[in-house]
């Protein structure tokens, strides 16, 4: 569980780096289609952020996920990088 979960937050962390390097160059579409495709919550990444039993983290964790709105997106994903 712990490499698989290694491997999960390494996707992810990979994933927001390509969306903040497409963001400068205006590139907003292809950081759309990266969050879209590659931040999704999975059955199996929501297993391993529940299993945390950190509520606080669970909250501000997902929220980029819920959202649907770019600016409450990206705010959330920087609270979520901040924790």
């Given at each position: 569980m712990k490499q698989l979960s290694l491997a999960i937050m390494r996707n992810y962390l990979d994933?927001?780096?390509r969306?903040?390097?497409?963001?400068p160059t205006d590139q907003f579409e292809h950081a759309s289609h990266i969050a879209s495709n590659d931040l999704v919550l999975?059955?199996?990444?929501?297993?391993?952020?529940?299993?945390l039993?950190?509520?606080?983290?669970?909250?501000i964790g997902s929220a980029f996920q819920r959202s649907?709105?770019?600016q409450r997106s990206l705010q959330?994903?920087?609270?979520?990088m901040a924790y």
């Open positions: 994933a927001v780096r969306i903040i390097e497409a963001m999975t059955k199996q990444m929501k297993r391993m952020r529940d299993s039993n950190n509520k606080s983290f669970t909250k649907g709105d770019t959330a994903l920087n609270e979520t």
